[in-house]
């Protein structure tokens, strides 16, 4: 593998979520703060959005033009079909959640950007509450298989803040990552891109959901009998692409101790996200053969 090759593949993975992500260990909600918030009031941050990593075989070649392709690909496939970033839903959720829990008062998200990401900063924004909910996006993205070009996987990670806005103290913090890669279904390209990206678009929002039982589970100390259900279409969407008659995957609960929704078909897997894994593995500097269907990878 070239040196031009290896720093573009470095700078893609580190744009994809879960396993590439340098996590603090996280910080629970401590009883006493907990019961604090009740009657409290809470900001909420508006984080813009990073660049969604189409990570296709055929332009990981490409070096660092390639990376700058699939970032295109990426940003372009979002606005085309109108993908929603994932941390929508967790804003929201968490933060029904700590006013249905714990009684906190949560306002309406922040009108403005920010960039800040330390808590000190995002507190110093919002001096006129006394916490500060976080919630962005670290990345999200679909990959090839190293191993097989013809399918894909689809990831999401997140970092989750609750700060609080007179200190600036982190009172709570969590980074999850979420995504599809030991799913038995694996997706092609042209399935994820099909009926303007549906599927992706459902599979990102099922890892949405996998993170905010998480995070509510881990960080916020939301007891397990008010952990929200996920909704029926986003329990698994993967499995709409399961040949008639073949046998259901086995349900498995998410690590970190949210239990999975009744019923459901666990294949995509979240948990807090990990310290760097081993060097991933080369990815190819050549477009792959033509099929035997004629089907080529972009």
């Not at 879960?18 to 909420?44: I, N």
């Not at 694996?186 to 303007?196: D, Q, T, V, Y």
């Amino acid at each position: 593998m070239n040196t031009v090759l290896r720093c573009a593949t470095a700078v893609a993975l580190c744009l994809l979520p879960v396993s590439v992500f340098a996590a603090k260990k996280p910080t629970p909600l401590s009883e006493a703060d907990a019961a604090a918030l009740q009657g409290k009031t809470a900001a909420v941050t508006l984080h813009d959005t990073p660049t969604f990593v189409a990570m296709t075989a055929g332009k990981a070649g490409f070096g660092l033009f390639g990376v700058a392709a699939m970032a295109k690909a990426g940003n372009d496939f979002v606005k085309d079909n109108d993908i929603r970033d994932p941390s929508v839903l967790l804003r929201d959720r968490l933060g029904a959640l700590l006013h249905e829990v714990h009684g906190l008062d949560v306002r309406p998200v922040d009108t403005v950007e920010t960039k800040e990401k330390k808590p000190a900063a995002l507190a110093a924004l919002h001096g006129d509450a006394d916490v500060v909910l976080s919630v962005r996006t670290l990345g999200w993205s679909y990959a090839y298989y190293p191993t097989d070009w013809s399918h894909y996987w689809i990831g999401y990670g997140a970092a989750v803040d609750l700060i609080d806005a007179k200190t600036g103290k982190p009172l709570s913090h969590i980074d999850c990552g979420a995504d599809t890669r030991k799913s038995a279904i694996k997706p092609s390209l042209e399935e994820m891109r099909a009926n303007g990206g549906q599927l992706t678009k459902d599979v990102l929002e099922s890892l949405g959901w996998l993170c905010v039982r998480l995070v509510a589970k881990e960080a916020f100390r939301i007891p397990d009998d008010r952990l929200p259900a996920i909704p029926e279409a986003y329990v698994d969407p993967l499995m709409r692409l399961q040949p008639a008659g073949a046998p259901s995957a086995t349900p498995q609960a998410p690590a970190g101790g949210a239990a999975a929704t009744p019923g459901a078909t666990a294949d995509p897997a979240a948990a807090p996200a990990p310290q760097p894994a081993a060097e991933p593995a080369p990815q190819p500097t050549t477009e792959p053969a033509v099929g035997a269907s004629g089907d080529t990878r972009r």
